[in-house]
């Protein structure tokens, strides 16, 4: 019962801190995590101790939850690997800038979801939008293509992609028109600007803080040096000043095969007592 109130609280926690994002739901992120972070440390059956756990949990804790992720410690990853047998506990994901609100150029950008979709908490016109033309996309792929990249380490240059959170350059890689028929499709979006001119591919904003000064750039994740993002993503009509609140980059999850490894109750198969949350699932 005690658990079951504690999932409405969070619940109740991502209503109050929701930003408008169309069909998708999403939260301002600090004021989401300190909200649980009170209601945890506030609630009389729980006590919390902030320490490193170094390995497994002790074996007298017969029921464990592990909510880890993305940077796992290495020694309770090595740890993990030394029960799941598994050789690789690994994938590359990466992170969007954010951009910040002001200095978007709203003569040339606009707001609109797609197909006007409010979803939760939007309106319909939750997301800003910026338009290419044919030769701005072109020189924008051949300037993602081109630009100076994040270099991996020798250990890390087995270590996969996250399919579903491919860098920006990587999906250009894979051919001039996959942009267009990814993040930067222009479908279901017309350009008040000029309505009688389809748009051959539009960049999306979202709303990232509560307060909407904060605008993160939909789908473009990137291991682009700092200097190289700030130049190319420049060139997108309306950031042609953007100010980034905070640029992008890639990083090095552990993360577990859930459906090898996870029974249907997320408990370690070899070793039940443990349970799994977060993003190492």
Known sequence: DEMRRLGSLVM?????????????????????????????????????????????????????????GPLTSPDLAGAIRSITGEGELAFFDAIAPIVHRESINMDVAWFQSRYDKAGPGGTGADYINCPMD?????AFV?????????????????????????????????????????????????????????????????????????????????????????????????????EFARLGGIHRNTYLNSPKLLDPRLRLKAMPRLRFAGQIT
């Open 142 to 242: 051949a300037a993602l293509i081109a630009g100076d990249k994040t270099e991996f380490r020798e250990w890390e240059k087995n270590t996969p992609y996250f399919d579903g959170c491919l860098p920006i350059e990587v999906m250009a890689e894979r051919g001039p028109e996959t942009l267009r028929h990814g993040p930067m499709k222009p479908v279901g979006l017309t350009n008040p600007h000029n309505p009688s001119v389809k748009c051959h591919a539009i960049v999306q904003l979202r709303q990232d803080n509560k307060l909407g000064t904060l605008y993160n750039m939909v789908g473009f994740q990137t291991k682009l040096k700092y200097g190289a993002q700030a130049e190319i993503f420049r060139m997108i009509p309306g950031l042609e000043q953007a």
């Open 12 to 68: 109740r926690a991502a209503d109050r801190h929701q930003v408008p994002a169309g069909s998708a739901l999403a939260v301002d992120r600090d004021a989401f995590s300190d909200d649980i972070s009170a209601t945890l440390a506030s609630h009389p059956l729980i006590t919390i101790e902030r320490g490193e756990i170094a390995g497994l949990p002790p074996e007298a804790w017969d029921s464990v939850i592990i909510a880890t």
């Open 134 to 138: 044919k030769e701005q996309y072109d």
